[in-house]
């Protein structure tokens, strides 16, 4: 058989069946982002099977992030998050990938590890922990040994195939005003996000909506809201 | 076989459900069938004491029945069954008489064993629950008691009354074929080994000897298509007395691998007083092996078993899997309740639309408020940050929207805050809030 027909098959099967691919087998493939913007600067357009990768923490990277696992798992594949600082707020959690909170940060980096190896979950992401550089190594093997791409929200860069960072634009935020003209609430803020690698260097601009909270829902009658109150 | 009946004349008043009173009754009998009264099927339809015409079995085998049943009755008399009684018997319908229809003065009747004929026998025919066509005959004959009944011979029963009368001479006899409880079960599976020449410290070998343990257990549970979801090793100690060390895996399962990492942990918490001189390994609770049935087109199909094993293992290891339940409480950081899951939330296939994974920033809060110093500005009433310091120094805010003004739980722990959302010069997204029953700031958190 030719090869580029072998090449042809293969790709055929993986795309129809991933599960057939050997866990070390021809193309590891990459786990999309879904966000054309930044698949765009990403080396595979994506982040790469079988590879570590380290973003920065900043804004934009948790939701980022959040939005690539739903969407791996949204493609019938798995994807876990590792919470390891508990910092989740559950009103803001979509229900898809699984959501891990490790007790410890050792016992998160074990987690990130385990999982990564199984070669059950396509996109595992470790948030809330400084690794050392003796778990990056154990973490990149992880991966590589289990096909996955795991991404580690860490200021740690050692090892890391692909690093990642963003940051807000501070000129850039959307605001809703109020009736006096005065900042309201915060609509949407413009993120710039980097990335390198080996021989890569791009970046990009996004444009990210905001999640906000309505905390004036159930007030309860005995503590009247203070809102508009002289004091 | 030793049975006990207990029944309950009037309506419950605050009762339990069934399955509540099932569990505490458990507690004191090993086996409780708790079943609507034969024959009573009409008298709930027509808006009787519906919740009182049923009966609940307990197995006294190998107990002494009495003080079981008078334990049972308190059970009952404290979950809003005050005029319950109980009957004893080895056949059930003298046990069912007897707790239905016994001495009213007394709360307990107990029929000795081998005379449960004689103790029907002055009972009418009536409390055996005939057949409306077959009272009526039984009554045109002059047959009112049980004893009556009991004293007919098989072949004149059949031949003035029909075949169908067969079952009610049987009951009239005490000749009660009704199986309540199936065979018991059989033990759970356990392992010991013991020795009298030496005593051991070193928990690696105590760890050799715990893997043989391990390996029978899993076998026997194996054999018998189930896993456990509990196991206990009991370390007995050399110069008298035990240590128990209970584990509780995140799976039912048989796989030795699993069973001795968790021994392994455990064994670097638990803290022997004494050289040990055997070891007992016990399964405590045990549940059929599970085959979730998944779908051949899902991705993720092939490699759920190996992602279910793998969150077990980390599970099994100080971590949770979690999902929330969001409650509409007015404070973000009280309105969630994280709620455990299984390792098996792997096989679930969430159904996400396209919309559902659209990145946008989300509130992300710190562990515990952080107290900052807050420089402010005035703006209509209201204290405004301008800047504020944190741990890694001054941050100057571009913008302060707010405040939103939260306050309640005057009935727990009461609140008071004024949150503000702030734009630092460096472009970061923050949440400062005032606490107002302290007037302190704290950083809430980032958005990210």
Redesign the interface.
Known sequence: MAPLRTATVQAAIAQR????VPRHGWSRGTVPT??TALDGILPDGGFQRGRLAVWT????????L??TA??T??????A?WIDA????????????P???????PV??L??AE??A?????AFVVLDGVDPPTTAMVRCARAAHEGGTALVLITRTTSLASLRLTS????LE?G?ERSRLG?????RA?KVRVEARASGWFASTE?A??????D??????P??P???G??? | MTLVCLWNPSTPTGAASDAELGALLLERAPRVVIAEREGDGAARGSGEAGEGRRLIWADGRGLEARPLAESLLGLLRAHGCPAARAGVARTPIAAEVAAVHGDPAAALTEVPPGRDREFLAPFPVSVLRPEPDLRALLEGTGIERCGDLAALDRESVEVRFGGAALPLWRLARGDDRRQLFGPPPPPLPHASLEWTDYVLRDPERLLFVVNRLVASVCRSLRERGQGASGFTLVFALDRGGAVEQPFRPSRANADPKTWIRLVRDGLERVRLPDAVSGIALRVDAARPSESVQGDLL??????????????A??LD??????????S?????RR????RE?PAS??WA??Q?G?G????????????EPEPVEVQTTD?R??AVPVRYRGPDGWHEL??A?G????????WDEPY?YE?Y?C???????VQLGRD?RRDAWELH????
């Open positions: 069946f991933p599960d057939a879904g966000v923490p900043g804004a934009g990277a948790a939701a980022l959040r939005s739903l969407r798992v949204a493609g019938g594949e798995r876990v600082a508990g910092a989740v707020v559950g009103a803001c959690w979509r229900e898809g699984l959501l891990l909170r490790p007790v410890a016992a998160a074990q987690a385990e999982l190896r199984s070669g059950g979950f940051r807000p634009l501070p935020y605001w005065e900042p309201a609430a915060v803020v996004l990210l909506p905001v999640w906000h909270d905390p004036r829902m159930s007030l309860e005995e503590h809201d203070r809102r109150e002289r004091r | 899902d991705r993720g199909f092939a490699t759920a078993g190996v992602a279910e094993a793998a969150v293992k980390v290891r100080n971590a949770l899997l979690v999902a929330p339940r969001t509409r409480h007015p404070l973000l309105r969630t309740e994280w899951q939330l792997v296939r969430p996400l396209p559902d994974a659209e990145p946008c920033l989300a509130l992300y809060l710190l562990p703006r009433g209201y571009l913008t929207s405040p939103d003004c939260v306050s309640g739980g005057r008071a949150l959302c734009v630092r010069a460096d472009g970061e997204l107002a958190g980032t958005w990210r």
